[in-house]
């Protein structure tokens, strides 16, 4: 998914031509792919800066000292590959990040909902590997695995001091593998073993289904290429057959691209203005929705949690922010970055951050999430779902 809004965990298959559609290089990370990388210094002439500016001076030395007494072989299409890697490492942002074309490929297909693994969504928060999010029906999620957990072990190999390319390396793999995570929670006096066995995830972003006769609940599970037509279908049928009411459910939604949330936005809203994007050196530039809405006046409710990231938040924050939503649930993950992919020689790319986003009303969310406008402290479970209740309590009060 997206991103380091997170990283998602699984080897992906099948190529496709996303990077081709410039509308859709733009994502928000969250979600995102996997990689693993050499550590190193950049070189050579991608980013010209001068003398003054940068002293390559030690690099050149180091090189040299290689080439001259290293007893080994120097591979330089690895030198050159961990050299960059190395650069955009530097920037500190887990979210920044260098991706050759095996991973640029990975990471297309991902995006387009299928590949293999355990089906979660990881980050770097305050230098712990942290769960986003575990995707809709995945083996993540049926193992046990919730957002907000924190990583500890990985085969019973210690996550201290470990990157977030490397351990989601290691818990990557082939389908019918398994792999044990040690999970630390707020609420367990002891790390939690959890063991999950590697499948094949295919995620369908959009599920809607009709609750109480006539109550659209339109659960958004990422914000991919198919998103945008599957939300619409919904919220068509929703009006042609007269539904009172539409529940957005975003609950454990990591992301996506975030050029699919204006047009799912102006299903419900006006044209008017989505996300703010605020660039270097105060650069600030408005994405907007366009079209005319399908539903402009029937009661919307959006369902979030701590899983609720980047792209979704989004989509929250913008209901929120033009009275058109009330939102549900308990405080969203916050992961208020833009990340854009940028082609490179041989089929590579650089995906960079970018900008940071606000809502409309130029409320920053990250690090911090978005408030609902009722909290709901109990999460789903099989039994019961607490937030969907309350949601239902609403709309039967007239909200």
């Known amino acids: 998914m997206f991103q380091r809004k997170g990283q998602s965990l699984g080897k992906l298959k099948d190529t496709g031509n996303l990077l081709r559609r410039r509308l859709l290089l733009r994502l928000l990370a969250g979600a995102a ?5 050499l550590a190193g210094f950049w070189f050579g002439g991608i980013y010209q800066r001068s003398q003054e500016d940068l002293d390559l001076g030690q690099f050149w030395r180091v090189h040299g000292l290689i080439k001259e007494r290293y007893v080994g072989e120097l591979d330089s299409s690895r030198a050159v590959e961990g050299a960059i890697a190395g650069l955009v490492e530097s920037l500190g942002d887990p979210f920044s990040s260098y991706l050759p074309s095996k991973a640029r490929a990975d990471l ?39 957002p907000n957990d924190i990583i500890i072990s990985i085969d019973e190999v210690s996550t201290e001091g470990m990157s977030l390319d490397e351990a989601v390396s290691r818990i990557r793999g082939e389908v019918g593998t398994s792999v044990t995570l040690g999970v630390s929670r707020s609420n367990a006096s002891r790390p939690v ?13 959009v599920i809607a289904r009709t609750i109480e006769g006539n109550i659209t609940v339109l659960e958004i599970r990422q914000f991919g290429e198919d998103t945008e037509g599957l939300a619409r279908g919904a919220v068509e049928l929703a009006k042609r057959d007269n539904h009172k009411a539409v529940i957005i459910d975003l609950r454990n939604n990591p992301g996506g691209f975030l050029s699919v949330v204006p047009p799912v936005a102006g299903l419900f809203l006006p044209p008017s203005t989505v996300v703010v994007e605020r660039y270097k050196n105060g650069k600030i530039e408005e994405l907007k929705s366009e079209s005319i809405p399908i539903l402009p006046q029937t009661p919307v409710i959006v369902l979030v949690n701590g899983g609720t990231a980047s792209a979704a938040e989004i989509l929250a924050g913008a209901l929120q922010d033009w009275g058109r939503a009330k939102v549900v649930g ?24 970018i900008a940071e986003w606000l809502t409309p009303k130029r409320r920053e969310i990250n690090g911090v999430g978005l408030t609902p406008d009722v909290s709901v402290g109990s999460e789903k479970t099989d039994q019961s779902d607490p937030a969907l209740d309350k949601a239902l309590e609403l709309i039967a009060k007239g909200l």
Do not use: H, M, W, Y
Request: net charge negative; glycine share 10%.
């Open 330 to 353: 308990s405080q969203t993950f916050g992961k208020g970055s833009v990340q854009d992919l940028i082609p490179l020689n041989n089929n590579a790319a650089l995906r960079l951050t």
């Open 108 to 146: 297309e297909d991902e995006l387009r909902g299928e590949f293999t693994g355990i089906g979660a969504e990881l980050t770097e928060k305050e230098g712990l590997i942290t769960v986003v999010a575990p995707l809709a029906g995945s083996p993540a999620e049926r193992s046990g695995l919730k």
């Open 193 to 205: 073993p959890i063991t999950i066995v590697r499948d094949l995830i295919q995620v369908k972003s």
């Open 33 to 37: 792919v996997v990689l693993v990388f």
